[in-house]
């Protein structure tokens, strides 16, 4: 309800801010009997974690995952899977100046109006920090998935201008993962390390896109009329901090086709897979009627600048009087490599629980 | 959890199938108090329902909403408020040919694989029929929001190529309604509805876009984390369907500027106005740190062209082989104008969760 | 959230007041593929309506059931399941008495003490004649459990202090209808009937017991920690008007005994059951730590005698001034025979609910 | 979903076994801007906890409880609250008997039978001990409701057969706690105590009642239909480990009056009171309709002897033999005076929860 929960039967919840004793979540209603890999899910944080490469920001935040609870010999027990990530850098006279001011673009004010309280240090619950819970229990939830034969991959498409030019498709994580931008074209990775690194010179920030593909998905996954599978990854990726577009499938460019150009024709489904059907094209991005249809789920998210700048910038006070708020520190000029594991976690934690859900919709 | 309902406490609740008895709903969690206008409530499914020009299907489904429940004297009594629309059109032999293929890009073969059933008698629950309700519901929502200042008015900016040149901003509804394409502005509209029957001419669609505009809402609506504003408005407007993009303020071309050029910068609020401060710009487009920020919310969302086309198409039957279906009877080209007083709903549902989710946010 | 929805898969969602135009509810989440009986359900609802026998009311409220969706050729979609039971006797004039007074032990001081809004025609939302629809979707879970082997039945064990000297145990549906105060020994169901005779004839109510047993529930439905079998029952039998006491198994009197004599000896299941064990006694009713066992579920629910009584009575005016509130009209004496398919209906909600939730126990 | 989480608004989940790392929760939906006093607590979770005085287990399990989230200077910020309380003596050696079999009446059979892996140690999620997080987020609720006027206290009634004279009514918690037994009434205290040490000597436990009493309590709290104010409060209530019945007011006893002996009176509210009326007598026990009536809440809730117990026992092996089981180890005669402060936290759970639900009930 006050929005710290996501998913209906595999289902986070999370807590802890940018500036506090750490931050962690509660993922209940993960099946027993699954043997869970900790490595893995430390290898996603690490993943997200700050100061990875010189294209982001430099502070070492370590961010060490401690299980509390649901494990038994390895073995998930269908008990709650409790985890803390303890906050190494907890000084926050750093953020002394913005006691009274609103950051521009930031949460600052929005919060304040919400709460009628206001914590000063970071971006509190607004902060990407808080992504961190979700990269683990989006691990924990691919290792669910993983027998079904579901893989999910992300990756930089796109640097403000700079883009690749291949269509979006499944790429394996060591592709994505060898360029520090996570771009899988290797020349293009380049070009856009070089634009993030001027962008860092001047002391601004750039955005793009990130394109999520998911393989293997079973027909049907998803549930009409609300909860349809593009409507929960809708959901899932717009709580991303700092997003502000989003397409599945053709997109806004399937917009400007005709239907006899958009619809995707039926097959048979590939000699010895067990799927009645394919599609010759998939404008459909994998998704019909809102329920997966068993062909590559492909969805591409936009996302803004970040607001953190080092110029000088105009706002007012928390009495409303005209002000100003200076950039100090280090920032991360742009955030989109660090947001691929992001992306892949909050699509993960919708397939989780989809299929848990799909569980129910008919007679055996 | 099947996914018929949307809402934390102002919740609505859908059954009902393209073919069937009739359709309607449940909302539960409207405040005791409310003196419901019905007549208002009627007017906005006249302006959902088809045949209300040449440019839409010319059934005439009637659509008379009666109310079942939860009003005393004209006033809610906190009671559900129930409501029945009954079909009238309950011939469904025009379907017979379908009853063993899947029509391409349609729901036929996703729920086929969901349900293990197959109603074969036009979309069921996928079809749009279904979203009376929503406009139902939302008409409801709309009269619960109305005191408090909260206007949304949606309109289609694009038709396939042919778009308004103004930028997105709240239009009244005499304005958009003035032509029978809900496109505001006359001359637009005017090519907009020549391409619609060009396009009906030839047995094909078309799609484009709609701008969803609301004001008056106040700072600090929406909750953290996983319910932000933005990711219930993505949910709730990725479960019309034919949706395949959506943008909130800048979008995707905000991702193209720089950080400093992005940012809102606060300015004192309006003089009289009770808001501590407002923006310079709206890039954010009413949403910042995923709550409302007291400026226009701006969202822009992509329709594809709908799927039932006149021409033969490729398709797959229930065994898998391969098989034809042909194109019958009459069809929307373009399910735009429609679309609007939907697209106002899902945000009018939205906004009325979100007003009273906030009762909650902080001690008095 | 406002209380009109009950489970987590299998979700019902009710509408309707005592004096409207008539009740009704949504059943989201049956599984497709499931042929529905309806005279099954309409057999049910029968056996709730007042007027079949001398004991009750003799009004005559027909309550048939209309299906509005979620059926195609008899078998469940996946689509939800509306229906509709519209009210006959729509008079409220006899109420008119009590439009500025408060009825003793009624719903009305406190629904309008919540709501600000007085609908004084008969019980509104309070009025057991609500339950209407809880019994139709009780019929359809039955249907659901019913090749899961689970049957639920419950009995009148005792009216005021005429009580039956067996313990709790699973009777057939004809030895409780045999009788129809639903007593299954015929000797204390006379006498029961010639209790509430007596209190008829001066204008009085009695209240009693029910015992509820279900059996076939395989061993581990439920879910810990809040979500317990035991806990879901409570709440579910809690709902139903007039309950004031619950045990389950040993109840108040295995408070009164030691551990050693209360404790449930394990011991082989029965030859030729898949059950690994049973239990030598049953003081647990069914129920270990919050999940089923695999015994019998047992389960007594204590009644109040209902609040419309002949007598004037003390109350005060809606100024709260001293007044007096006169009885009128006909009333049941004593509503346990028609609250047993009610509290029948309540349990089997549940049961085909943690069906459901159980399917994402275990990985496979 | 999986039942580790109860409340809509004021919303506990939480994590953690008998034999783990610790135990903890999020507390998600308190309003910001409470001063929260962590002193008290603390002394909530000193009242839970063992060791406290010779009638309970010696072990000393300390239970501090650290704030991990959702405070800035000691205000809530309306982020969730999170909080851990490390387990101190994780030796779980003394289990490793228990391997292989079954206890009587604990919850080792049902899990197994649900989850289909086998946590030995302890009673994992199903143990006493995962109460603690409930104490800890009851004491928060508690301070939300203590500016609203609420007041919530529970004490034992009852052991075996030895019951105080007095009928249900409020006492400070300094006539409870005076004596360790946590009855108000010093000579039955005494007497009870006696009765546990003779059990203790014998290596045999009891059961008894606790009853609850809310003060403070507005008109109007509790949401029909489903979720009553009784209903939530039964769900709570049966969720806490060895409940074996409930009554509200008059309960069982009630049920053999005559309505005219039962029903409550209305006289009108107590002068300078802002209440429009009140009850002459209190079968209601608080609640009419569902809903709170003004007057004191009375909940009476009876516990079974819990199961651990130091005879030899009848059970099965994990493979279906028959086979012993040997108590070993200390244990607890009589858990009812550690009960006390878990069921005033499942009653203020409710409580808060119903206060925010409330907001909406009318509009204003």
């Not at 996302?303 to 007012?316: D, W």
Request: charged share 20%; glycine share 10%.
């Amino acid at each position: 309800m006050a929005g710290n929960t996501i998913g209906q039967i595999f289902r986070l919840t999370t807590y802890g801010e940018s500036h506090g004793a750490g931050l962690g979540g509660i993922v209940d209603g993960c099946p027993a009997g699954l043997r869970l890999d900790l490595d893995a899910v430390q290898h996603e944080l690490d993943r997200r974690r700050p100061g990875q490469s010189e294209l982001v920001t430099p502070r070492d935040e370590k961010d060490r995952i401690n299980m509390l609870s649901g494990l038994f010999e390895g073995v998930t027990t269908g008990a709650p899977l409790a985890f803390h990530i303890p906050s190494q850098d907890a000084d926050s006279s750093a953020y002394d100046h913005l006691k009274d001011t609103f950051r521009p673009s930031h949460a600052d004010f929005t919060y304040s109006a919400k709460y009628n309280v206001r914590d000063h240090r970071g971006g509190g619950r607004a902060s990407a920090r808080e992504t961190v819970s979700r990269v683990a229990a989006g691990a924990i939830a691919r290792q669910l998935l993983q027998p079904v034969g579901v893989e999910v991959c992300a990756y930089v498409e796109r640097v403000q201008d700079i883009a690749m030019h291949s269509p979006p498709q499944f790429y394996s994580r060591s592709n994505v993962d060898a360029h520090p931008m996570r771009c899988p074209s290797p020349e293009t990775a380049e070009r856009m390390a070089q634009r993030v690194e001027q962008v860092r010179e001047v002391g601004d920030t750039v955005g793009g896109a990130i394109v999520l593909v998911a393989r293997g998905v079973p027909a049907g996954w998803g549930e009409p009329v609300f909860d349809k599978l593009s409507s929960e990854l809708a959901r899932a990726l717009w709580s991303i901090p700092a997003v502000k577009a989003m397409e599945i499938g053709s997109g806004f460019s399937g917009t400007l086709m005709l239907g006899s150009q958009h619809n995707d024709a039926f097959i048979p489904g590939e000699a010895g897979s067990s799927e009645l059907a394919q599609t010759r094209t998939n404008q459909s991005g994998g998704i019909q009627g809102g329920l997966s249809n068993g062909q590559d789920l492909i969805v591409r998210i936009g996302f803004k600048p970040v607001a953190t700048i080092r110029a000088t910038q105009e706002t007012v006070d928390s009495s409303g009087k005209a002000a100003t708020v200076e950039g100090k520190g280090r920032h991360d000029p742009c955030v989109l490599s660090r947001a691929v594991p992001i992306v892949e976690a909050m699509a993960l934690l919708v397939l989780a629980d989809m299929s848990l859900r799909n569980k129910s919709s008919h007679v055996e």
